[in-house]
Nanobody, 120 residues
Framework: QVRLVESGGGLVQPGGSLSLSCAASGSGFSINAMRWYRQPPGKQRELVATIRDGAYANYANSVKGRFTISRDNAKNTVSLQMNSLKPEDTAVYYC??????????????WGRGTQVTVSS
């Protein structure tokens, strides 16, 4: 069984920075893509950033130039560096991983989420 655990959320003032991390634990798997999603209050969950095996990354237009996603394949971790934060970045942020089980099959796993609040 694979488990994803996020860390690093919190309260930050507009213009500030936060870094989120997510670690995948378990055995017998490899990771294809890793993603960060977010769900603002009262809104649908949306894709923020994706990073694939070869470290190719893409971003939602709303965060381009401000957020950077990175991964450490040896540690099965993904991070999201968020700079120049805005109140509209306030959301619960979720880690997602596309897991390839060595026994067969590819599955999506989710973390429980971490709250990011941008407010003065």
């Amino acid at each position: 069984q694979v488990r994803l655990v996020e860390s690093g959320g919190g309260l930050v003032q507009p213009g500030g920075s936060l870094s989120l991390s997510c670690a995948a634990s378990g055995s017998g798997f490899s990771i294809n893509a890793m993603r960060w999603y977010r769900q603002p209050p009262g809104k649908q969950r949306e894709l923020v950033a994706t990073i694939r095996d070869g470290a190719y990354a893409n971003y939602a237009n709303s965060v381009k130039g401000r957020f950077t996603i990175s991964r450490d394949n040896a540690k099965n971790t993904v991070s999201l560096q968020m700079n120049s934060l805005k109140p509209e970045d306030t959301a619960v942020y979720y880690c997602n991983a596309e897991i390839r089980q060595w026994t067969g099959g590819t599955y999506d796993y989710w973390g429980r989420g971490t709250q990011v609040t941008v407010s003065s």
